[in-house]
């Protein structure tokens, strides 16, 4: 069975744009094939526990097993010809993967049919396999429709996949994709249609080198970043909006702390841009927690302030701009280029052939980790006196500490870890509930309500403002079991 690693971009397309991508390609030999693949696991899904995918693929009468596995944009890709429908379950990795009884319980899980148009061009100075693919995975009684773009190496350097993907971008509306058709197949066969996407918890190794954490946490981000992005392109979603600014952040934190690794000619542009994605949804998420939680709060007082039912009505025409903005912004050109760009630069920068990125990451670990802590701590020294605008500054700490520590935790694990994380959450709630008080007037200001509604927003606003002695003291006793938490990274 031949072992390599296949290199390879996918991007989401629509049917008629396909079209547009290949007149803009360079020239080439063209075909075009039907594949049919039939996808296989275990009754357990032990196969998509592990991270990896088992395939029977049909084309032109011959069939070829494949299974994969990894992230990123290289992935372990295993291959042979075989002669049956069903998988030889002594090929490959198979029999490290899977105890015998379980390969001996390996079933068909969903089918994928496509048809493909292929070309093979050459961009500066690699070989590179142009797939379209339009079809639909099929699971059950459950259908899902395909129209992605495939870009993948074939010799050269991987640099040249993201220059290329940046020129077809140019042509035509294409969405960087982390979702392999195995994913989109196994979430049809459960029943999970698309939906928002919180950052995944990063698996790390203990000796796993500094870039191999940074490239896991950045891509848990840019993951989720374009995961959220398409639900937003297909409809209004609160959550897919607030998970979207979650990981924008996450991971302009994330470049912060790993600086002295990665920074190179591209670091604060793509910082930037991250800054810039995450502000052009502050609108929506800021109208959205309003919404959520002063009107249904608001709901429940007696009496409700008599112009209640007005400024829900003009609260929602915003939140319906608002969401309208972030949709427009996650669709457009600029957007399509960040996510191409900080792809590209994670997994090929300049940054990756300096000395540090490959010295072990625990060390730096915990001089990150603890830097983060000591000006958390410093900068929220009597907490109860400062100003709202210096709170939100440690509200900032507290953020950028919680986003390392999750970031790092991989590397110690244990529960030491977890409660850590669960003490700058309680920090983070208190702080945020703060936040929302400081800048609900501003946010309401901004809207041009009609008197009746601006009335009612400034009672609400008003009684809000009575529970900020409250969150305040609550706030100091989460930072009090923050500092006493044992850091665990020592």
């Known amino acids: 069975m031949s072992q390599l690693h296949e290199v390879e971009l996918k991007f989401l397309c629509a049917p008629d744009d396909l079209g547009r991508v290949l007149a803009a390609a360079p020239d080439g030999d063209d075909d075009t094939r039907e594949l049919i693949s039939v996808y296989f696991d275990t009754p357990d899904l032990d196969l998509q526990r592990a991270g990896a995918s088992l395939r029977v693929r049909e084309s032109k009468g011959q069939k070829v097993q494949t299974l994969k596995r990894g992230d990123g944009l290289a992935r372990e890709e295993h291959e042979a010809p075989i002669d049956g429908d069903s998988p030889n379950p002594t090929l490959g990795p198979l029999p490290d993967l899977l105890p015998q009884r379980a390969r001996d319980a390996l079933q068909p899980a969903f089918h994928v049919r496509v048809t493909r148009r292929r070309r093979l061009v050459r961009f500066d100075g690699a070989e590179i396999e142009i797939a379209l693919d339009q079809g639909e995975v099929r699971g059950g009684k459950r259908v899902s429709p395909i129209s992605e773009l495939e870009l993948e190496l074939k010799s050269g350097e991987p640099a040249a996949l993201f220059g290329l993907a940046r020129e077809l971008s140019h042509a035509a509306p294409i969405y960087l994709s982390f979702a392999s058709k195995s994913q989109r197949g196994q979430a049809l066969v459960a029943g999970e249609s698309l939906h928002a996407h919180k950052r995944a918890k990063v698996a790390l190794r203990k000796d796993a080198t500094i870039a191999e954490v940074f490239q896991s946490v950045a891509r848990s981000a840019l993951q989720s970043i374009a995961v959220n992005a398409e639900v937003l392109r297909q409809r209004s979603d609160s959550e897919a909006v607030h998970q979207l600014r979650v990981a924008a952040r996450a991971l302009r934190s994330a470049l912060s702390t790993y600086r002295e690794v990665v920074g190179d000619d591209a670091f604060e542009r793509i910082k930037g841009e991250l800054r810039w994605l995450a502000k052009a949804c502050d609108d929506a998420r800021n109208l959205d927690v309003f919404a959520e939680e002063t009107l249904t709060w608001a709901d429940t007082l007696e009496p409700a302030p008599p112009a209640l039912p007005k400024l829900t009505d003009e609260i929602q025409a915003a939140r319906e701009h608002a969401a309208a903005d972030a949709a427009q912004v996650v669709a457009s050109a600029r957007f399509r280029d960040l996510l191409i760009e900080a792809t590209g630069w994670v997994d ?94 501003t946010l309401l200001g901004r809207l041009g309500l009609t008197p009746e509604a601006a009335f009612a927003a400034g009672e609400l606003v008003g009684r809000k403002a009575a529970d900020k002695p409250r969150h305040i003291k609550a706030a100091a006793r989460a930072l009090d079991r923050l500092e006493a938490a044992p850091p665990f990274w020592r």
């Open 348 to 441: 090929t920068g300049a940054w990756l052939s300096r000395p540090p990125s490959g010295e072990p990451a625990r060390p730096f670990a915990a001089h990150a980790l603890q830097r983060r802590r000591r000006k958390l701590l410093k900068d929220a020294r009597d907490l109860a006196r400062l100003s709202d605008a210096e709170r939100h500054k440690v509200r900032i700490d507290a953020k950028k500490l919680r986003y390392a520590a999750e970031g790092f935790r991989g590397l110690y694990g244990g529960k030491a870890a977890d409660r850590f994380i669960k003490a700058i959450k309680a920090l983070q709630d208190e702080l945020g509930a703060l936040n929302d008080i400081a800048t609900a007037e």
